[in-house]
């Protein structure tokens, strides 16, 4: 069965470095989504990208978070300058196309860690 | 704006018994709903949506859920749990623009 990945699983980085989530989506998805929830809390929607945009961003995702697909598997989060508040469990999301009546298939999570 | 509300944060049944946990969302149009799981250090894992059609779902692992838009509610129900059915419990709603909003969570214990 399909599945989306994400590596690394857990990533400990010390606050103000840079880090780079990565994720692959289920290949003939077109949607793509990153997801985070900080420990005790809900999961909470950061950015949705489609066809090479952003089509929808949430006012966490500031100027310090960037998303990329860099080939034609990857998909990428990149934190500029990590803050310890960024720790977290980041998902990454796929979706197929006829968005809206499908459903988001979800990757294992990458757990943030920033000392 | 959209929300959802997951009124109980921690629930403990006894194995065998019937489980309902309750999801309330706030939507202006119809929504999509969804009941995911989660275990401990994993990921999220579909159980069941509803789209349109038929208000009572049905999903994986015995799971159903009833949505009844006169209460705004997406309810999440078992007949008989079983202690592999200990996890975290989210509800969420899909803007239909793909964002998922979700609830915060149901944890739920399943006592021998």
Redesign the interface.
């Known amino acids: 069965e399909p599945e989306v990945t994400q590596t690394p699983s857990h990533q400990v980085t010390q606050m103000g470095q840079e880090v780079i989530l990565r994720c692959v989506p289920i290949s003939n998805h077109l949607?793509f989504?990153w997801?985070r929830q900080i420990l005790g809390?809900?999961?909470?929607?950061l950015v949705?990208f489609?066809n090479n945009e952003i089509?929808?961003k949430s006012e966490i995702f500031d100027d310090q978070f960037s998303v990329e697909r860099p080939d034609g598997s990857n998909f990428t989060l990149k934190i500029r300058s990590t803050k310890l508040e960024d720790s977290a469990m980041y998902?990454c999301?796929s979706?197929t196309p006829g968005?809206?009546?499908t459903?988001?298939?979800?990757?294992?999570?990458t757990r943030l860690t920033v000392v | 704006a959209q929300s959802v509300t997951q009124p109980d944060i921690h629930i403990t049944v006894s194995e065998g018994a019937s489980l309902e946990l309750r999801c309330n969302y706030s939507y202006g149009a119809t929504p999509y709903l969804f009941w995911y799981v989660q275990s401990p250090g994993q990921g999220l894992q579909l159980l069941l949506k509803y789209f349109s059609g038929d208000t009572l779902v049905q999903g994986i692992k015995g799971f159903e859920a009833e949505f009844k838009r006169s209460q705004s509610s997406f309810n999440l129900r078992k007949p008989s749990v079983h202690w592999s059915d200990a996890a975290e419990y989210f509800c969420a709603v899909d803007n239909q623009g793909g964002k998922l909003i979700f609830g915060q969570g149901t944890e739920l214990s399943v006592k021998p």
Do not use: I, L, P, R
């Open positions: 949607y989504y997801y809390q809900k999961v909470e929607f949705s489609y089509s929808e998902f999301a979706s968005q809206g009546n459903e988001a298939f979800f990757g294992q999570g």
